[in-house]
Structures are given as C-alpha cells and as structure tokens.
C-alpha cells in the first residue's frame, strides 16, 4: 500500500505557471500509474493527466492539453504536472492517485489517493 502526498499548490494569476508534486511515503512509486484529479467547488472531480508506471503512456483531459504535462522521476519517488498558462477555471483542489491497474483518467480505477493540494488562479 502506498501513501500519496500532494504538494506545490498556490495562488496565482491567470497565463501563470505552477508545478505540483506527488511524492510517495513509506512504499515505491514505480510500481503505480499515478493520475492527477482535480475537484472545484461544486463540481464533479475530474481526470486531468495520467502516466503509466515506466512513464511511456501519458494522457491528458482535452482542457488542459497543450497547457498541463504530467512527469514522472522513480529514483525521487515522485510524479510532477507542470501546469503553464493557467485560468481560472484551472482553480480546483488537485489529488494525485495510484492504480496499479490500468493508466486511465476514470476515477475507479485508482485505490490510492492523497489529501489533495489547493490551486487557486485569480487575477
């Protein structure tokens, strides 16, 4: 079992960037898909970018391609989504998620999850 711990989130203004961290505690992540979710007030939490275990298979939600990329380093046990020009519409609580299933953006299919960090975009 494998404990994920979100990091990185901020304010910022819009056409900003930020990078957030997913790091895994006591277990490694090499063995995990790891996706980035992200949840706004009042709204259903939403797949933004996955990438499978070794890192070949990425995939991202139509809204943030071009903009969002989702990385992985297994040495430092952590995944990276580098976010660039970001709107508001970005501003959500973003989770990261293991699965040692499938590299998808549905939600089912992850067991693992961490405590989310805050992104707020506003000018």
């Known amino acids: 079992q494998v404990k994920l711990v979100e990091s990185g989130g901020g304010l910022v203004q819009p056409g900003r960037s930020l990078r957030l961290s997913c790091a895994a505690v006591?277990?490694?992540?090499?063995?995990?898909?790891i996706a980035w979710f992200r949840q706004a007030p009042g709204k259903e939490r939403e797949g933004v970018a996955c990438i499978s275990s070794r890192g070949i298979i990425t995939n991202y939600a139509e809204s943030v391609k071009g903009r969002f990329t989702v990385s992985r380093d297994n040495d430092e046990n952590t995944v990276y989504l580098q976010m660039n020009d970001l709107k508001v519409d970005d501003t959500a609580l973003y989770y990261c998620?293991?699965?040692?299933?499938?590299?998808?953006?549905?939600?089912?299919?992850?067991?693992?999850w961490g405590q989310g960090t805050q992104v707020t975009v506003s000018s």
């Open positions: 006591g277990s490694s992540l090499a063995h995990y898909n």
């Open positions: 998620a293991g699965s040692i299933f499938r590299t998808t953006l549905e939600e089912y299919e992850y067991s693992y």
